[in-house]
């Protein structure tokens, strides 16, 4: 059974950081690109960045480039977003994603049950 379980979600201030970690299980994901979605009630989950297996090839939304980095710890089957210079706009769910394409398709093909991140102005 695969498992993708989210965790380092909470409250911060504007401006601050917050970093989440998606560690994986119930099969290797080296053929996949992992990474992120978020939803806020009443909109689509939305792509936020995505990482190959190396590492090597990352994409991310326009609206979290430059301040969202994802990386991988492949030998813990652990993919990471670190979140810095964080706005209330990006007050969201995040869901942990598995999946091809998935900045193109906008859908992954395994989620995670999702971590709230909340950023007070």
């Known amino acids: 059974q695969v498992q993708l379980v989210e965790s380092g979600g909470g409250l911060v201030q504007a401006g601050g950081s917050l970093r989440l970690s998606c560690a994986a299980s119930?099969?290797?994901?080296?053929?996949?690109?992992m990474g992120w979605f978020r939803q806020t009630p009443g909109k689509e989950r939305e792509f936020v960045g995505a990482?190959?297996?190396?590492?090597?090839?990352?994409y991310y939304a326009d609206a979290v480039k430059g301040r969202f980095t994802i990386s991988r710890d492949n030998a813990k089957n652990t993919v990471y977003l670190q979140m810095n210079s964080l706005k209330p706009e990006d007050t969201a769910v995040y869901y942990c994603?598995?999946?091809?394409?998935?900045?193109?398709?906008?859908?992954?093909?395994?989620w995670g049950q999702g971590t709230q991140v909340t950023v007070s102005s």
């Open positions: 990482s190959s297996w190396s590492g090597g090839s990352t």
């Open positions: 119930g099969r290797t994901f080296s053929s996949y690109y």
């Open positions: 994603a598995a999946g091809n394409l998935m900045w193109l398709r906008q859908m992954a093909d395994y």
